[in-house]
């Protein structure tokens, strides 16, 4: 069997790298399936609530979403660059408040026709 190289009882073909993440999972283990892993997030509390996330914003004060099938940019401000923070998304609203304490720090109306949004108001 030329190519094929046995490491530590688990067959793989030699182009795969030993040290790259996710080319060999642990026996008796298998990947999720997409179907399962949109179960699990459709049933997670911040999905009834309309959906989530933690992030930290970039060095020039922005940070990057994906929202109707459209990539969004939104600008919160050089002043607040690498703060972690929380972004609540319900329907067409976004709210960015800081992780640490809480404090809403901005508010935007999601356009997926403009790839790059302002703060309201």
């Given at each position: 069997m030329s190519g094929v190289i046995v490491d530590g009882g688990q067959v793989r073909s030699a182009h795969q790298s030993r040290h790259h993440p996710g080319t060999l999972l642990p026996a008796g283990r298998r990947p999720l399936p997409r179907l399962?892993?949109?179960?699990?997030?459709?049933?997670s509390p911040m999905a009834e609530r309309g959906g989530g996330r933690y992030d930290t914003i970039d060095h020039d004060g922005k940070i990057s979403l994906r929202h109707s099938g459209r990539m969004l940019h939104l600008g919160i401000g050089r002043t607040h660059a690498r703060v972690e923070i929380i972004c609540l998304i319900h329907n067409n609203e976004a709210i960015?408040?800081?992780?640490?304490?809480?404090?809403?720090?901005?508010?935007?109306?999601?356009?997926?026709?403009?790839?790059?949004?302002?703060?309201?108001?």
């Open positions: 399962e892993i949109a179960r699990a997030q459709a049933a960015i408040s800081t992780r640490e304490t809480g404090e809403i720090i901005t508010e935007f109306t999601l356009n997926p026709a403009h790839g790059y949004l302002r703060k309201n108001g």
